[in-house]
């Protein structure tokens, strides 16, 4: 068993597909018509046949409090493997993406936090 799909909630799938694929760097791999929505999924260029990020929109009532919280209380949708947290961190500051924390080094472990501004905070992390 693998994990095949993941998805994130987002305000409007066009500002979230250039959001993940110019600035994060995903690329698309779905983009499927379903009435307003769309079946929009994006992958890692270093994977493109493993796990895809469905870009899901948020209509359901459910979704706004649950987003809220998690926002609130700082807790990602989502978490993304780098190769070096803190030139990443770098790199998107340059492109003028909003961190909600900075690299923070526990152990082992770097993680940063991003808002995607598509309503969603987003964890960078590397384990060494």
């Given at each position: 068993m693998r994990i095949h799909l993941s998805s994130v909630f987002v305000d409007d799938q066009d500002k979230a597909l250039r959001f993940y694929t110019d600035v994060l760097g995903f690329v698309k791999k779905h983009d499927v018509p379903l009435g307003e929505d769309r079946w929009l999924t994006v992958v890692s260029p270093e994977d493109p046949d493993g796990t895809e990020l469905l870009l899901e929109p948020s209509g359901h009532p459910a979704v706004p409090p649950y987003r809220a919280a998690l926002a609130e209380d700082g807790i990602p949708a989502a978490s993304f493997?780098?190769?070096?947290?803190?030139?990443?961190?770098?790199?998107?500051?340059?492109?003028?993406?909003?961190?909600?924390?900075?690299?923070?080094?526990?152990?082992?472990?770097?993680?940063?936090?991003?808002?995607?501004?598509?309503?969603?905070?987003?964890?960078?992390?590397?384990s060494a």
């Open positions: 493997a780098v190769d070096d947290v803190h030139a990443e961190f770098d790199r998107l500051r340059r492109l003028g993406v909003h961190f909600t924390q900075e690299p923070l080094e526990a152990g082992p472990v770097t993680t940063a936090v991003l808002d995607d501004t598509c309503g969603n905070l987003v964890q960078i992390v590397h």
